[in-house]
C-alpha cells in the first residue's frame, strides 16, 4: 500500500549546521505535502504546505529562510533546518495525500537534536 | 512494535445520523490526539486526551479515552456536510514520545 517515507528518523547535529530531511510517497504523487514541528507532549503545529514546483506555503510565525522546503518532483519535499540552534531541537512530521485514492499519510517523523 | 489502529477506515452516512470511529492502541498511551483533515486541507487539531476515562465534549463531537488508555472514539451525533473529511487519532510511542499515527476513517456524508 502506499506509504510516506521520512528520513532520517533521528539527528544529532551541532549549531550552526544545517540539517536536511526527505519525504518521499512510495507508490503515489504527491502534488501537496504538509510538514509539521511537534513539541514535547504538545499537538503538531503545521509549519507550511509544500507544492511541488513552486514555493512553499508557511504558516505564520514560521521562518522561511530558516526552514527551507523544496518540493522539486511529485514524490518528494525536503525540510533543512538551516544554522541549526538548540531550540529548533524537535520532532519534525511530514504527511502527504494520495489524490487518486483520497487517503492521507504520515511519515515516521524525525527528531532532531541541536548541540 | 507499537501500534495504533482505527476502525473503520471507511463509513459513509446519511446527513443527519451518527457517526463514531474507534482507534485502540498495542500499549497504554500517555495521551491521545484527535486530528481533522478536511479534502484537500491539511490535518487539523481537534483535541488531547491525557485522564483514564475522560470524555470531552465539542459542540456535536465527543470524544473518549479508555480507562486502560489503550482506546479512544470520536462520536459525531447528526451529521453534517461540514463533517467531511478524514479522522485521525495519534498517540505518542512509549520509549520516545514519538508520535504515531492511526490510518484515519474518512467520513462520507450523503445528502
Known amino acids: 500500500g502506499a506509504v510516506v517515507s521520512q528520513h532520517p528518523s533521528r539527528v544529532i547535529c551541532k549549531s550552526g549546521t544545517s540539517v536536511k530531511i526527505e519525504c518521499r510517497s512510495l507508490?503515489?504523487?504527491?502534488?501537496?505535502m504538509f510538514w509539521y514541528r511537534q513539541f514535547p507532549k504538545k499537538s503538531l503545529m503545521l509549519m507550511a504546505t509544500?507544492?511541488?514546483?513552486?514555493?512553499?506555503?508557511?504558516e505564520q510565525g514560521v521562518e522561511k529562510d530558516k526552514f527551507l522546503i523544496n518540493h522539486a518532483s511529485l514524490t518528494l519535499s525536503t525540510l533543512t533546518v538551516t544554522s541549526a540552534h538548540p531550540e529548533d531541537s524537535s520532532f519534525y512530521i511530514c504527511s502527504a495525500t494520495d489524490w487518486v485514492h483520497g487517503e492521507a499519510f504520515f511519515g515516521q517523523g524525525t527528531r532532531l537534536t541541536v548541540v | 512494535g507499537q501500534q495504533v489502529m482505527q476502525i473503520p477506515q471507511y463509513q459513509h452516512v446519511q446527513e443527519g445520523e451518527d457517526f463514531t470511529t474507534y482507534c485502540n492502541s498495542s500499549t497504554t498511551l500517555s495521551n491521545i490526539q484527535w486530528y481533522k483533515q478536511r479534502p484537500g486541507g491539511h490535518p487539523v487539531f481537534l483535541i488531547q486526551l491525557v485522564k483514564s476515562g475522560e470524555v470531552k465534549k465539542q459542540k456535536r463531537l465527543t470524544f473518549q479515552f479508555g480507562e486502560a488508555k489503550k482506546n479512544s472514539s470520536l462520536h459525531i451525533t447528526a451529521t453534517q456536510t461540514t463533517d467531511v473529511g478524514t479522522y485521525f487519532c495519534a498517540g505518542p510511542r512509549n520509549r520516545d514520545d514519538k508520535i504515531i499515527f492511526g490510518k484515519g476513517t474518512r467520513l462520507h456524508i450523503l445528502p
Open positions: 509544500s507544492n511541488e514546483g513552486s514555493k512553499a506555503t508557511y
Open positions: 507508490d503515489f504523487q504527491a502534488t501537496t
